[in-house]
Each structure stands twice: as structure tokens, then as C-alpha cells.
């Protein structure tokens, strides 16, 4: 008898026999789990959590004992926390029903590749917060001023700081005792030379500071060194809230049908980010409380989500947020274990969903400097797209789904080692050639089976030689008089198209690119051009002078299939560019120069959002969109490619 | 055999035979506890803590079954966490061993009588938070404008707000549901002209915030309505951390000898601030989140205890504190649970010890607005003195002991029904006459036995009155050749005099002043006259033109028999006046005035602070002030009665 086990948060499902592990079933769905001791539970590597919530909504009965009950000699690679939660090795878990799991990021096989390299960026290092040290005259019968007053009188005597400045409470606690066992030789850290939030003993030069994109999907931190501009160390995990809900809209719903769904979503994503902190202080060689800045992007309902506001009425017309202005929260009122009287800087809200990270975008590339019109767009679970120049800019967003991050395809994965990023089909055999990351040349018959599946710029890349080679026709629709044996009818009657062999992987299955697959990348590419469309109209204009593609696996993707594809209308590729996460790059910025968060306020309200979603021609549009590249837009930049598609 | 039983805070210990419970041992020693049910074991009312941490210091072993067992009838009226701190039924703990046991607030039978009245006092009312009525413009697709913007822009248009209004973060994360759940008609309560710290739905005219003196053995607090300035519901605890230290130097010294002591003092005054808010907020018929301002004053080693600040510092020489301007804490990083965006805001510090209460103290009495020479005594635990006019202003701080609020007295008491409040000795007989708080006429031979011991303001008076009718010699010593039976060797050996005969009392014991009493009321009363003495001195002057008596129990001292024993210099009795709380009420004053919160700053740094301790004739000066009223100084304004003193 067979059970359906399912694993989150790849989604992948599939039937397994009774009485098998979850780390087998893992590795028969091309789950990767670590398991480091080869299931001799001995690594307490493989840890997975039996999910409970979700069962209903997959039609699954909600039983704990589908899993063989909890062993002893797992207990002790658990805190009781994580016993309550459900945890479990999963080489000690025998299957026995339906389950649901999840994977913790710590427990997944392959790590993420840190693809945010960004792109250099000038800017004027003009951090809000640094740090001035200072000798004290010792109080004495004669002289009994107060610490407080003895700090800020040297401050200005010194550095020519206000008077005024204000001081954190809770450093205040512990203050008498570090000014005197520093023998009255201590370092104050100053917030926009506003207010004293640390005292440090003795001289300490360096100031460190945190800038956190938090993405639908993937959350990317960087830790840099306010006085030197350097970035640290930096590292991405899973959002943890897709175990909520897959988009943005699913999560709103989430936070709407359950009493403490926000309160959940917002502690999950807080937990990581301290997860975050913790590794990458360590890996700088600093401390948690070393980092006395943060800056945070996001969209406008992971904004709301995160800060535990309410997203109900952000999820329905108007559409309205509760604050669109930046706003600066005490870490220690947020959750968030950096310096204590730290703040965590919250880039301002545009409109609707286009938040704070489009604002982070727009920073980054500054097309509001510029003359050329450029089209700027944000490839992720929800896309932002921009448009215009000096004198005006548009924005929209798009829900462009997970499709291009490498979520909801069959054999997609995210951005790591031995995933398929670049491919290459020969228009006459079909046959593929294919690059994996981490390999330095393109992969080759006789080359070890390390394939696992797709990242994002590979999907781009498989789907844009398909339609160049002809195994997919304009439409989409698959041609099913190739005379390819890698082009066929699967186990489900639908036609897909097999990139590896299974003996060519490392999961033992062909990885296929399905007809589904084909109808998600379209449905994504599609919004995101319609979206452009609307905003070159607006601003009158019928082509961009340059494109800039965004994303976290940007400065990977090939912008010949982007185009190929149809992502973004005509232009010459010379003036098209991918910049990688420019997001991220903006929240560094904006870490790094009060100018930069200036800036973003300005812009915020500088760009014109509009809603594209509820045009009434939207539908028509999009559906002439789906074509590759389009049904009816002409692409006369690589029309010979094109023209050289076999009928 | 005999146990040793002693209780906190009032410090009554005697020994007590074996298997009496604890309930028995108390009224036997005069502790009152309440017990509704007369011991059946019902009420549950009498709930008293074992304390243990405080053995060693009575060389008392430390054995928790020198009480008899829990019984399973007492379980009921516990909390678990009462239980783990072991809490007992005083009618169900019976005495097998040396125990030291704490009668918490709500179990003493005598419920503190709300002395502090104040005076009337003229001020602008002009509180520092105000809540401003709106009525927004519901969102729409065509005005997506924020929450946060619609309401600064109609705060700004109906009241003139500055449209740069803060928003304090955590009143987001509901505000939505807020605004939209009230029809887009909300009232904002805006704190200082600059942050929005609470949104209610719908109109809400009235406005509330707390008023409290920390006193180091007394806490008061009010809770006034901001919006009239009406004083609502008041109310006094003993200090919780009068079980760690009388003084505020045994605190101190607590605080270092202790790894958890300072945080331990600071959780227990926020604690029994929290009890506070509590019970007057429930009196006024309000919610502790109705509360959207509070004002705190307290000495200078209160204020660092309170703040969890470390004391170390303040308790040795230079003794400087950490801050003296004022601070605005946010009541959620203080743990204080009034509204959770709501600010304490506590007053300057003066220097020294000389803290907020005091500040309070002049705001309140305004010194520095007049020409005359003005004393200002306030008498607490640690007694603060000021002395000058509007031209100059000198304080210094007295270690009076808490002799002077009924503590460290034999039979001395709280200013609480049946306690001994005034006294009249017959010159001749010797025979008192007594007045007890809460009769309207002095007792009787006849009236019912009800008396319990004697408050502050009756030991200032039977001192007098000993001293008037030639029971106790100027020197302080009892005279042993007054002839009449009240006049007696105690039970230790030393002289006493019977204030109240047992029969005629309610604890079934003679009531004495003892010459222990004597010598404590004589140290406090020479510390306030020598820091007087030295204030005067520093501002050329002679005499005051006039003086106040401040202090919780101030407006009911008799200021002759203030006068008689000499706890100031000689002044018209014209000219001196009891004010009552006046630390009290200069932190009212600053909850309703801005003003006034703006003066406290002011006065702080224009009074000069004297240390008058250090001075190198304070020892004899401190000798020659024990005598009543004074050995050398003459007292011409009541040389009339000092000339009937039999000799």
C-alpha cells in the first residue's frame, strides 16, 4: 500500500511504500536531505518537522501516528521546543500513512550559492551611525557632573556633536560601571547624530551595520563595515514564511483565516533573520550586539507581515497601507537581536504592493537621474516593474508567481550546486548541452551525475531554446513531431521535454521540462511584459532606451532568452543588463548613507504607482502576451534569431 | 521551647512558643494581619510570604521546615508562582523553628489612610499629552493614501499638528482594524505636539495619566485626568523593596553584594507600580491602558534602583549619577503597564542625592519665585532640605532615617487608622491625652481599646509633649524622678514611657516611647537642623523668613512640637506651614504642565547642591543639635513654652 508524502517547502509529492524512512522517501522524490552519517543516527543532520495544518488542505487525514512514533535514541538531537514542534531524523521516521513534512533550511542538502554579488555602485559612504571616542576627566568631590552630561560636553567639545543628543534608556543601566572599569577612555556610538545608543570601553573604530532584503521567497542579508563601506559577510536563507503560503496573497489569507497567522508569519521571518545574524556575525568574526544598524526592504505585504500590522485590508480595494513613510523601530521592540538600543530602518512603502524594496531598486539603479527612459524590472514572487527617467518614473507590480525562482516546476530547485543555469539545444537534434552550478565548464557525457534540477536562469535559458529549437511552438504547446525520443508524452498523458537522462542525475529520474512548466514561465514572463506595456504607455513613450533586469539570480540570467522569451518588450541587448539583486544593493546603500535614505524617501514619493491589474484591456493583453516572444509586438533587435526557428 | 519570628517590613520580632501559627504570632507581636474568617481557613486572606534570603544576616538558620507543612486546604488560594515563592496562610503555618516571614501589602489589616491632600496649588493646566477627535475620508482605489498620512494631514488641517508627526511603531501593527472597525472615526492621543502614541476608535474626550513619588519607604501615585486636571483616584504602598534595605545606602549595598539584586529591587518597585495602576485605575473606573502618560519622582538612588541602573557609583565618593536631566522612557522598556506607547517621563536629578523628589518638592512650592528666605524641609527616610530665594537656591540631603514615618520606632506605626497621631502630656501629672487617625475626638477612658501603635506625626508630638512636661530631660534622657508609674524601667532595662496602657490598646501591650525612640527621633531631627543650620550659613542669612514641612505625612504635624524639639531653626510659628506631599504633588504638577516639567528642568540646575556631610565641624554641630530644641541656639518664638518646663 502506498502513501502520499509530500515535502515542503519544494512542494515535492509522490507515492511511497509503506515501512520506508522519510530520508529514502526524500531521496525517491529528489528531496535533498543532509545526512551526513548515512542514516547510522548518529549526525542528527537529517532533522525534518512533521507539519500538522496543512493536511486538510491537500485532503490528507491529520494523523501523527502516519509516522513511526519518536525513538529514543533520536530525543537527544532535540530541544523540547523542537519535540513539541513535531521534529524528527528523518532517517529514524518510518513512513506509515500520508504525511506532510518540512525540510528546515539547516537540514537541506544543498546550501544556497550566494548569487547577490550586485554590481559596483558609487555612492557617498555617509553612514547614520559611527562612532567617536573619547578621553573623561574622572569625576571627583569637586567635579560631580553627571556621566550622561560629562559624554555629551566632550562629544561637543570634540567632534562638535549637539548638546542636545538624546540617550537610549537601556544603555544607561549599565553605564557607570563600563566608563570606570575603561578608566573614563570609551567609545560612544551615535544614531544620526541624534541620539547615543552604545558605550563601548575603550577605542573601538569599527561600526557594523546589517542590510536585510526580505523576499517572498528568499530573505539575503549582508553585514558591512559602516566606516570602510566593506561588506563582512553575508548569506541567504528560505523565507520561512512559505511554509504559510507560497505568494503574497496566500499569506495575507494565511494572517485573515487564523487567529495567530500573523503573529506566526511575523515571528517565523524575525527568527530567521536572527538566524541570519547569528551566522553572519560569527563568519565576521563580530558579535550580535556589534551590529548597531539595520535596514530592512521588503514588498509592501511582507513589510506588514514582518512588523506584525495587520495586511487584511492591504490584501483587498483600496489597497491602502498603514504607513508609507520609512519608519525606524527599536531592534529590541521588533525582536531583533542586534545591539539593543540599535534601529532597524524600514525603507518607505510606494504604493500597494510595490514597497520598500522597489524603493531599494530604484535607489540602486537612480533612473530618476538619468535622460534615457529605462525599464527597470524586479524579477521575483512578486514582480515590480519601473519605468520612465529624470522627469518621471511609473511603477507596477506583478504576480509573477515562483515560476522564474525556480518554485512550482516540476524539477526546479533553487539557485544551487549541480542545478541546471544554462542551456543550449541543437535546433536540428533537440539534443541539449547544459551548464551545472558550481562546474566550470558545460556539462558532458561521462562527467559525473550531479544533476538535480533547474535553477531560475536555467528555466529561462531551457524554455528559450525549446522555442529556438522548435520543441515548443509560439503558443507554448509542445511539438509533437519533433522525431526527438527526448521529446514525449509522460506518465501524466502531457508532453515534456527531457533535459537529463536519469542516468545522467544525481536523483536517478529523467529531469524534464513539462508542458506545465512551459504555461508557468509564460503565465510569469506575460505579466511582467503587460506590466511594461502599461507603464511605456503612460509615460508615451513605445520602447525602452535600456533595460535593467533585478533579481536575486539576475546577474545569471541570459538576457537573449529573456528576450527570446518575451520578459520585456524590444531592445537592443547591448542596452539590456542584469544587476543581480539590486534590491539588496539598495538596503546596503541605504546602511551606508543617510544620503541613499533621503533619497529613498524622495523617490518613494517621486514614482507614480500604478495599478495595471484592473485595466479593463488587461485580460486581451495578456493573453497576446503569452506568445513567445509575442503574438503581435514586434522584436526587431533579434528578429534573425527568430527567423532562424525551424517551421 | 522558643522561636524567634520576625516581620517584614515592619521589622516587629519577639519570640513565640512552639506550634503557635503564624497568624497567633503576629497578633501576639502586634503585626496585624488580616483574617476575615477568624482562622477557619475560608478567606484567604492572610497570605504571608517565607522569606529566607535574609536568614543570615539574624544568624538565623535557614531551614524552610521551621514552619509546619503545606496543607492541601491552603493550596487553593495560591497561584503557582506564589507557591514556588513560598507563600503560607498565617492561619495554617504553624511556628516549629526561627522564621523570618513578609506580610505583603493586601494582607495588613490597617489599609494605609490616603494622607497626602497637598495644598491648592495654581498652575496652567497644559499636559504634555492631549487627544485630538478626526473623522478621516475613507480610501478608496483613487486615494490609496496611507493610514498614517490621512491622519497627520487631518490632524494638521483641524488642529494645526505639525504634519512631521512621530509614530510610535507597535500602535501600527492594530491600526487598520482600528480605523476601519470605527468608521474611519478615531481619536489620536498625541504625546509632547510629536509622536502618536495611541489611535481609539470613535470620540474619547477624557485623557488619563499617573502621577508617582517613589518614596524609599512610601510609594504614592495618582491618577489625574489630564483633560481637567481633576486628581480621579489615589492611593500608597510601602515601598516593595523595603525588605532589601531600610535606607537607601543598606539598598545600595544590597545591589552590590547581590549578582540579581538590582534587577530583584527594580522588579519589585515596577511590580508594586504595576499593583498600583491596578487598583486605582479599576477605582476610577478606567483600564490600566487609559493611562497614556506618567510622571515618576523619587530620590537619586531610587530613580538609578528603579531604572535598573547600577547604584555602585552613587554610593561612594564622587557620587555621581549616571544622568541628571530628565528622561522619557517608554513605559514598555520600564515594564510599567500602563498604554504600551505611553512615556515615563522622570524628572531631573538634582545631584548627589538630591534627587527628582526634591526637584518635585520646589516645583510644587516655587521658592525660586520669591524674595523671602525660604526653608523647605521634606522629611522621609532620607530627608532633602532647601534654603534661599529667587536669587539663589542652595539643597542638601540628610540621612534622617525613617524614625520620623513611624519606622525603627518600638511601637511606631504608618499613618493608618487607630495609630496615635497627636499627644498632650499633663506637665503635672504626666497623664497623656491622645488623638488616633480615623476618630474625630481624643480618646477617652471608656472609648473602645483600639489603639495600635503611634504614626509620625504622634512620635514628633509625644516627644514634645515628654519634653514639655520634663519626662525627658533636653539632653533626651528620661527623667527617672517624674514620680508617676508611666515613668518606668522596661523589660530591657532601659527607661520608657507608657504612651497607652494594654488595656486601653487593641494589640493587648503596653504602648511606650522608649528611650531608644527618643534617641532616633533626636538623630533625624539634628540631621534636618544642621543641614538647615549650613544651608543658611552658605547664603549669609540667619534665619528663614519662613518654613515648609513637606512630606507624606506633612499636612498633620503639629509644627509647635516640630518646633519644640528642634527639627529647625527658630521662625515665627506664624511663618511655618506643613504642606503635605508636596514631592507628590510637583509630579501631578509636571503630569498636567508642560510648564511645569520645563521649570523642573530649570530649577534643577539653579539650585546649588551642598555637601553638607563631609563638612569638617558636621560632628560637632550634629552633637550640639541632639538637644531639644538645641543646645546653643536660642528658639525666642517659643521661649514662652520652653520657660514652663518644670525643671
Redesign the interface.
Known sequence: MGHTVIFQPSGRRGEVEDGVTLLDAAHELGVDIEALCGSARVCGKCKVKLEEGFFEKFGIESKTDNLSKLLEEEKDFFSPEELADNYRLACCAYVHGNVLVFVPEESRGAKQVILELGRERAFDLNPLVANYYIELIP???E????????IKNELAAKYGLTADLA?D??L??????TI?DAEWKVTVTVWDGKEIIKVSPGLKEDVYGLAIDVGTTTVAAYVCNLRTGAEVSKGSIMNPQVRYGEDVLSRITYAMMNDDGLSKMSGAIIEGINSLVDRLTEEAGIRPGDLVDMTLVFNTAMHHIL????P???GR?????????S?D??A???GVKISHCAYVHCLP?E??FVGPDNVSVLIAEEPYKQDKMILVIDIGTNGEIDFGNREKLFSTSCATGPALEGAQIKFGMRAAPSAVEGVIIDPETKEPKYKLIGQDKWWQEGDEPIARGICGSGIIDVIAEMFKSGVIQSSGRVNQKTGSSRVRKGADGKWEYVLCWAKDTAIGKDITVTQGDVRAVQLAKSALYVGAQYLMEKRGVDKPDSVTLAGAFGSYINKESAMVIGMFPDCDLENVQAVGNAAGDGAKLALLSKNKRDEAEKVARFVE?I?TA?EPDFQTRFADAMAFPHSKDPFPHIQHILDKIPK
Chains 1, 2 share one sequence.
Do not use: W
Not at 544607561?172 to 560601571?177: A, D, E, F, V, Y
Open positions: 569625576a571627583t568631590l567635579d560631580q557632573t553627571n556621566d550622561i552630561t560629562r540617550v534608556y537601556p544607561l543601566q549599565t553605564l557607570p560601571g570606570r512588523l506584525n500590522i495587520d487584511k485590508y492591504l480595494a483600496p489597497f491602502a497601507p498603514v504607513i508609507s513613510n519608519v523601530i527599536k529590541r521592540d521588533l512603502v504604493a500597494g504607482f495599478e484592473t
